[in-house]
């Protein structure tokens, strides 16, 4: 679905907004990262003014991170709790079986603990991150240790991939871990997330992949018709 960015930009608050709904005193929260994460940090900013107490909550990025501090959010570390109740985030693709494809921003590794450490995860979309296959849209992004980089590309090119370290304004991109982004693009199409995922992790040097598999709970998309709640 094409959308007038603006359009796209009001569902991806609705859809943050509502989650933003969700979040109950005493809840210790996981913040993800990006355009429609930013609308949940921002309404859960709101909430919290409005009386709102929560244990604290987790960014998964030093974006969300600077955010979440600039709105009032109290923030607290993995280390000091490491079991959330509830993680929001959005994505860059989402299938019908709620697999997810991240890391667009080059947040996917941190988005993975933190999610993983959830009770709960919550996505967060507009109708345009809905597709039928993972890899439909978007590269399949795998954070790696800068040592060592060039034998994980040769692996990952015999997996099939047509794979690129990720540079952002004509330089190399850095993750927040001090890591590089390569991303993978499997032109014959990906049939199993799941088994790619697994075969990615077998590679020495890679710390983690964009691919969330049967990680997320539920999906919230804002849309022309109001919101969506998948499943
Ligand atoms: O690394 C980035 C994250 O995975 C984002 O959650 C994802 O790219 C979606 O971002 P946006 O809401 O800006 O489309």
């Not at 107490?53 to 991170?65: E, K, L, M």
């Not at 996505?123 to 296959?133: E, G, R, T």
């Not at 004509?170 to 990906?190: A, E, K, M």
Request: with cysteine.
């Amino acid at each position: 679905m094409t959308a007038h960015t603006s359009e796209q930009d009001n569902w991806k608050k609705a859809a943050g907004e509502a989650a933003a709904q969700l979040v109950q005193d005493g809840m210790l929260i996981g913040l993800g990262t990006g355009s429609t994460a930013n609308y949940f940090i921002q309404a859960l900013g709101l909430r919290l003014q409005a009386g709102l107490q929560i244990a604290g909550a987790v960014p998964s990025s030093n974006a969300s991170h600077d955010l979440a501090a600039q709105v009032g959010i109290p923030l607290t570390t993995l280390d000091a709790h490491p079991e959330l109740d509830l993680y929001i985030d959005g994505a860059d693709e989402i299938d019908p079986e709620l697999r997810l494809l991240k890391g667009a921003g080059g947040a996917l590794v941190r988005e993975k603990i933190v999610a993983s450490s959830a009770q709960r995860f919550i996505v967060i979309a507009d109708p345009s991150k809905q597709v039928s296959h993972l890899g439909q849209n978007f590269p399949v992004p795998v954070e790696v240790t800068p040592f060592g980089v060039s034998p994980v590309l040769k692996h990952l090119q015999a997996l099939g991939a047509s794979a690129q370290i990720r540079v952002k304004n004509g330089s190399t991109f850095i993750s927040d871990n001090s890591n590089l982004i390569v991303d993978c693009r499997f032109p014959q199409g990906i049939s199993d997330p799941s088994s790619l995922d697994a075969r990615i992790h077998q590679i020495v040097g890679v710390v983690e992949t964009g691919l969330f598999i049967h990680m997320a709970s539920q999906v919230i998309i804002g849309g022309p018709n109001g919101l969506q709640y998948l499943p």
